[in-house]
C-alpha cells in the first residue's frame, strides 16, 4: 500500500475548525459523512464573512466602491469554478445545488424538447434528484424512462448499452453513485451516447469534489453539482451547459436580473450566464464557493483521489476480518473503481442502530436508504449504513470506525 | 444512546411478538418513516369495540420494531376507541429509558399505525400532539 502523507493530512486537518471541537461526550469528532455534506475550511468561511463585513452590496448595476467589488468577487468566483472545471464563464450558472441545477435543464430544456415518442435513458443508480425530476417530465410531455441496470455490486451493466441508446433523445446518468461510491465509466457510455444523438446530462454532485473533471473532455452538454459537498457552503450550486444549447433554452425562473429589456406585455433575456439565475443570487456564498476550488487547487486534485483511494483501501483492509462475523460491505469494493464511499450493514444491526451507537464515540456516518430508494429495493436492502470518506480524513478515523463497529457488536451481543 | 439496547429490547427486536398477518383483520393501516424507511403496517382483530387480536409486521431499526412488539402486547383486550387515543406515553414506559430525540419517530412509528388503523385515518406523530 502507498504510505499516506501524514504531515500534509495534519496540515488539511487544522485548516478545518470544526475537527477540533469535540463532541458533548468529549469524543474527538470523526466525521465520516461528506458524502451528505463536506466539512468546511477556514478560507471558505472567511471569505464569506469578509462579504458580509466589508462588502456586503447587491451585484449588477451598481455603481458605488462596495457594489462594484461585490460584482467582481461573485464574478470572479465564476471564474474559478470555470478554470476548475475546463469551461467557460458564460457555461456556469449558479443554482442553489445540483437538484435545482437538474430541475433547470428538466423543465427549461425538458419541456421544450421531449414529446410522446422520446425516451430518456437514466440508470439504477440514480439518486432521487436524477429520477424525480424526470418522471415528472416524462409525465407532462409523454416521454418514457429507460434505465441502464446495475449489477449486484452497484457497476452499470453496459452490455446491451447500444440497444438501450436506441432512440434516446436524453442521457441523464450519474457520474459516481452516492449509495455505493461506484464511478460509472463515462469515457465508455458518452462516445456511444453521442453517436446516438442523445442529448447528455451528468449528476456530478458525488464526483466533483473527488475526480478531476473537465468539461471538455468529457463532451456533455450538462453536468450539475453542489457546492457544500466540495468544501464549499450550502445554498450554492452549479450547472454547466454547452453555450449553444444554453442559447436556445428559454428562460427557467423569470424576474430581475435575467432579462435585457421589459415592456408590460413582452420582455427579451439577458445574455449567458445572467439569462439563467432570475433574482438576487446567493452572493456571499457563491464567493464562498470559488474559496473552496481555489483550495481543492491548492491540495491538487490528483492527491485527493490518491488520498481517498489510499484511505479506502485501508479501510476494506481493517473490515475484512469482520466479514465471517457478519459484516456486508456493498458497492465495487474496489478503490479503483469506485469514490470513498464504504456502504455496508454488520450482521442484525440495523444501520440506524449502527448510527446511534457510533455517534456515542463521535463517529458520525449516514444511514437509510440514501435517496435512492429504487436501487435499496432492487439490491433487497431496507437501510444501509454509509461511511464516507474526504481529504481530511486519516487513518485513525477508519481506526474509530472500526472500535465503534466492535462497540455495537458488543451493544447487540453479536 | 446505546443503553437503550437492553436485553429486553433485543429480544423484542430478534423474536418480535404478534409478528405476520391475521387471516381476517377487521382493521388495519401501513405507514413508512420516510426520512429512514422504516416500515410497519398493524392488524386487529376487533370484536365488539375491543382488540381481540392483533399482528404487526414490517422492517426497520431495533428501537422501531421492539416498540411495536411491545405495543402489541399492551393493547390487546384493549377498547378500540381507548387504542385510537393513546399517546406517547405507553411506548415510552415500554421501553423505559433513553430515547434521543433523532430516534423518537423511531419508537413512535408503530403507535402511529396503530392508531390510523384504530381512528381509520392517517395519525399524526405521536411525539408531535
Given at each position: 500500500?502507498?504510505a499516506?502523507?501524514?504531515?500534509?493530512?495534519?496540515?488539511v486537518?487544522a485548516?478545518?475548525?470544526?475537527l477540533?471541537r469535540p463532541?458533548?461526550?468529549?469524543?474527538?469528532l470523526?466525521?465520516?459523512d461528506?458524502?451528505?455534506?463536506?466539512?468546511?475550511?477556514?478560507?471558505?468561511?472567511?471569505?464569506?464573512?469578509?462579504y458580509?463585513?466589508?462588502?456586503?452590496a447587491?451585484?449588477?448595476?451598481?455603481?458605488?466602491?462596495i457594489?462594484a467589488r461585490?460584482?467582481?468577487?461573485?464574478?470572479?468566483?465564476?471564474a474559478?469554478?470555470?478554470?476548475?472545471i475546463?469551461?467557460?464563464t458564460?457555461?456556469v450558472?449558479?443554482?442553489?445545488?445540483?437538484t435545482?441545477a437538474?430541475?433547470l435543464v428538466?423543465?427549461?430544456?425538458?419541456l421544450?424538447?421531449?414529446?410522446?415518442d422520446?425516451v430518456i435513458?437514466?440508470?439504477e443508480?440514480e439518486h432521487?434528484?436524477?429520477?424525480v425530476?424526470?418522471?415528472?417530465?416524462?409525465?407532462?410531455?409523454g416521454?418514457?424512462?429507460?434505465?441502464?441496470p446495475a449489477?449486484?455490486?452497484?457497476?452499470?451493466v453496459?452490455?446491451?448499452?447500444?440497444?438501450?441508446?436506441?432512440g434516446?433523445?436524453?442521457?441523464?446518468?450519474?457520474?459516481?453513485?452516492?449509495?455505493?461510491g461506484?464511478?460509472?465509466?463515462?469515457e465508455?457510455?458518452i462516445?456511444?451516447?453521442?453517436?446516438?444523438?442523445?442529448?447528455?446530462?451528468?449528476?456530478?454532485a458525488?464526483?466533483?469534489p473527488?475526480?478531476?473533471v473537465?468539461?471538455?473532455a468529457?463532451?456533455?452538454?450538462?453536468y450539475?453539482?453542489?457546492?457544500?459537498?466540495?468544501?464549499?457552503?450550502?445554498?450554492i450550486g452549479?450547472?454547466?451547459?454547452k453555450?449553444?444549447?444554453?442559447?436556445?433554452?428559454?428562460?427557467f425562473?423569470?424576474?430581475?436580473?435575467?432579462?435585457?429589456?421589459?415592456?408590460?406585455?413582452?420582455?427579451?433575456?439577458?445574455?449567458l450566464?445572467?439569462?439563467?439565475?432570475?433574482?438576487?443570487s446567493?452572493?456571499?456564498d457563491?464567493?464562498?464557493?470559488?474559496?473552496?476550488?481555489?483550495y481543492?487547487e491548492s491540495?491538487?486534485?490528483?492527491?485527493?483521489?490518491?488520498h481517498e483511494q489510499?484511505?479506502?483501501a485501508?479501510?476494506?483492509e481493517?473490515?475484512a476480518?469482520?466479514?465471517?462475523?457478519g459484516?456486508?460491505i456493498?458497492?465495487?469494493?474496489?478503490?479503483?473503481?469506485a469514490?470513498g464511499?464504504?456502504?455496508?450493514?454488520?450482521?442484525?444491526?440495523?444501520?440506524?442502530?449502527?448510527?446511534?451507537?457510533l455517534d456515542?464515540e463521535?463517529?458520525c456516518i449516514?444511514?437509510g436508504?440514501?435517496?435512492?430508494m429504487?436501487?435499496m429495493e432492487?439490491?433487497?436492502?431496507?437501510?444501509?449504513?454509509?461511511a464516507?470518506?474526504?481529504?481530511?480524513?486519516?487513518?485513525?478515523?477508519?481506526?474509530?470506525?472500526?472500535e465503534g463497529?466492535e462497540?455495537a457488536a458488543?451493544?447487540?451481543?453479536? | 444512546?446505546?443503553?437503550?439496547y437492553?436485553?429486553?429490547?433485543?429480544?423484542?427486536?430478534?423474536?418480535?411478538?404478534?409478528?405476520?398477518?391475521?387471516?381476517?383483520?377487521?382493521a388495519?393501516?401501513?405507514?413508512?418513516?420516510?426520512?429512514c424507511?422504516?416500515?410497519?403496517?398493524?392488524?386487529?382483530?376487533?370484536?365488539?369495540?375491543?382488540i381481540?387480536?392483533?399482528?404487526f409486521s414490517g422492517?426497520?431499526?431495533?428501537?422501531s420494531q421492539a416498540?411495536?412488539s411491545?405495543?402489541?402486547?399492551?393493547?390487546?383486550g384493549?377498547?378500540?376507541?381507548?387504542?385510537?387515543?393513546?399517546?406517547k406515553e405507553?411506548?415510552?414506559?415500554?421501553?423505559?429509558?433513553?430515547i434521543?430525540?433523532t430516534r423518537?419517530?423511531?419508537?413512535?412509528?408503530?403507535?402511529r399505525v396503530?392508531?390510523s388503523?384504530?381512528?381509520?385515518?392517517?395519525?399524526?406523530w405521536?411525539?408531535e400532539?
Amino acid at each position: 500500500m502507498i504510505a499516506i502523507d501524514d504531515a500534509k493530512v495534519q496540515r488539511v486537518i487544522a485548516d478545518f475548525p470544526i475537527l477540533a471541537r469535540p463532541t458533548s461526550r468529549g469524543k474527538r469528532l470523526v466525521y465520516l459523512d461528506s458524502a451528505a455534506t463536506s466539512q468546511k475550511p477556514n478560507v471558505v468561511i472567511d471569505a464569506i464573512d469578509r462579504y458580509y463585513r466589508e462588502y456586503n452590496a447587491n451585484i449588477h448595476r451598481g455603481v458605488y466602491e462596495i457594489a462594484a467589488r461585490a460584482t467582481d468577487e461573485f464574478e470572479a468566483a465564476r471564474a474559478k469554478v470555470a478554470r476548475f472545471i475546463n469551461a467557460a464563464t458564460q457555461e456556469v450558472i449558479w443554482t442553489r445545488n445540483a437538484t435545482e441545477a437538474i430541475n433547470l435543464v428538466a423543465y427549461s430544456w425538458g419541456l421544450q424538447n421531449l414529446g410522446p415518442d422520446d425516451v430518456i435513458l437514466t440508470s439504477e443508480l440514480e439518486h432521487h434528484s436524477n429520477l424525480v425530476p424526470w418522471q415528472l417530465v416524462a409525465q407532462k410531455t409523454g416521454a418514457s424512462l429507460r434505465f441502464i441496470p446495475a449489477d449486484d455490486r452497484g457497476e452499470l451493466v453496459l452490455d446491451r448499452l447500444d440497444t438501450l441508446l436506441e432512440g434516446v433523445k436524453l442521457l441523464a446518468i450519474t457520474h459516481v453513485s452516492n449509495t455505493l461510491g461506484t464511478i460509472v465509466p463515462l469515457e465508455r457510455i458518452i462516445p456511444k451516447a453521442r453517436a446516438a444523438g442523445a442529448t447528455i446530462l451528468v449528476d456530478g454532485a458525488q464526483a466533483i469534489p473527488h475526480l478531476a473533471v473537465d468539461m471538455r473532455a468529457l463532451d456533455v452538454d450538462f453536468y450539475a453539482f453542489s457546492g457544500h459537498k466540495m468544501l464549499g457552503p450550502t445554498g450554492i450550486g452549479v450547472l454547466y451547459g454547452k453555450r449553444a444549447i444554453l442559447e436556445a433554452m428559454p428562460p427557467f425562473l423569470a424576474g430581475g436580473d435575467m432579462i435585457r429589456h421589459v415592456a408590460y406585455d413582452r420582455s427579451s433575456f439577458n445574455d449567458l450566464p445572467w439569462k439563467f439565475e432570475a433574482g438576487t443570487s446567493n452572493i456571499a456564498d457563491a464567493i464562498g464557493l470559488g474559496a473552496a476550488v481555489e483550495y481543492l487547487e491548492s491540495l491538487g486534485m490528483d492527491w485527493v483521489r490518491s488520498h481517498e483511494q489510499e484511505l479506502l483501501a485501508y479501510a476494506f483492509e481493517r473490515l475484512a476480518p469482520l466479514a465471517p462475523r457478519g459484516l456486508a460491505i456493498y458497492g465495487p469494493h474496489d478503490p479503483e473503481r469506485a469514490s470513498g464511499v464504504i456502504s455496508f450493514n454488520f450482521a442484525d444491526i440495523h444501520a440506524h442502530d449502527m448510527a446511534s451507537i457510533l455517534d456515542t464515540e463521535g463517529v458520525c456516518i449516514r444511514a437509510g436508504h440514501h435517496c435512492t430508494m429504487p436501487l435499496m429495493e432492487k439490491m433487497g436492502w431496507s437501510a444501509t449504513a454509509r461511511a464516507s470518506l474526504y481529504v481530511y480524513n486519516t487513518r485513525a478515523d477508519v481506526d474509530a470506525l472500526i472500535e465503534g463497529l466492535e462497540k455495537a457488536a458488543r451493544v447487540f451481543k453479536l | 444512546m446505546d443503553d437503550f439496547y437492553r436485553d429486553f429490547i433485543l429480544d423484542h427486536y430478534r423474536n418480535p411478538r404478534n409478528h405476520g398477518h391475521l387471516e381476517r383483520a377487521s382493521a388495519s393501516a401501513e405507514d413508512v418513516n420516510p426520512l429512514c424507511g422504516d416500515r410497519i403496517r398493524m392488524e386487529l382483530d376487533v370484536r365488539g369495540g375491543v382488540i381481540a387480536d392483533v399482528r404487526f409486521s414490517g422492517q426497520g431499526c431495533a428501537i422501531s420494531q421492539a416498540s411495536a412488539s411491545m405495543l402489541t402486547e399492551s393493547i390487546k383486550g384493549m377498547p378500540l376507541e381507548e387504542a385510537a387515543k393513546l399517546s406517547k406515553e405507553i411506548v415510552l414506559e415500554n421501553v423505559g429509558i433513553g430515547i434521543s430525540p433523532t430516534r423518537m419517530k423511531c419508537a413512535m412509528l408503530g403507535l402511529r399505525v396503530l392508531k390510523s388503523a384504530a381512528i381509520g385515518e392517517i395519525a399524526g406523530w405521536p411525539d408531535e400532539e
